[in-house]
């Protein structure tokens, strides 16, 4: 599966931002889509997760309550609305697609090119 990101940008603290990450080549039924998170000199982490063909999410404990992980089965699309960012959300921010719910990046085999969000204190 092939994956591209998009909508990063730079936003005010308290603002809002939302990314997509459009797939292509493979039916998505099977899968597990992601958001991960890389800050300069940090590991990737990871954000949230939904699987495709249920709709159940996961995130991690930071965002909750602040981002929204959904997906569009018609667009092949899935989404991550971001509201009240913080400086700390600064980071290079990847799709991934896997067959596995795992919170280590490293088991993620399909990742899109990343997208930047900057958050300004």
């Known amino acids: 599966v092939q994956l591209q990101a998009s909508g990063g940008g730079l936003v005010q603290a308290g603002g809002s931002l939302r990314l997509s990450c459009a797939a292509s080549?493979?039916?998505?039924?099977?899968?597990?889509m992601g958001w991960f998170r890389q800050a300069p000199g940090k590991e990737r982490e990871f954000v949230a997760s939904?699987?495709?063909?249920?709709?159940?999410?996961y995130y991690q404990d930071s965002v909750k309550g602040r981002f929204t992980i959904s997906r569009d089965i018609a667009k092949n699309t899935m989404y991550l609305q971001m509201n009240s960012l913080k400086s700390e959300d600064t980071a290079v921010y990847y799709c991934?697609?896997?067959?596995?719910?795992?919170?280590?990046?490293?088991?993620?085999?399909?990742w899109g090119q990343g997208t930047q969000v900057t958050v300004s204190s």
């Open positions: 080549g493979r039916t998505l039924s099977s899968y597990i």
């Open positions: 939904i699987t495709w063909g249920t709709g159940l999410s």
């Open positions: 991934a697609a896997g067959y596995g719910n795992s919170r280590y990046y490293r088991d993620w085999p399909s």
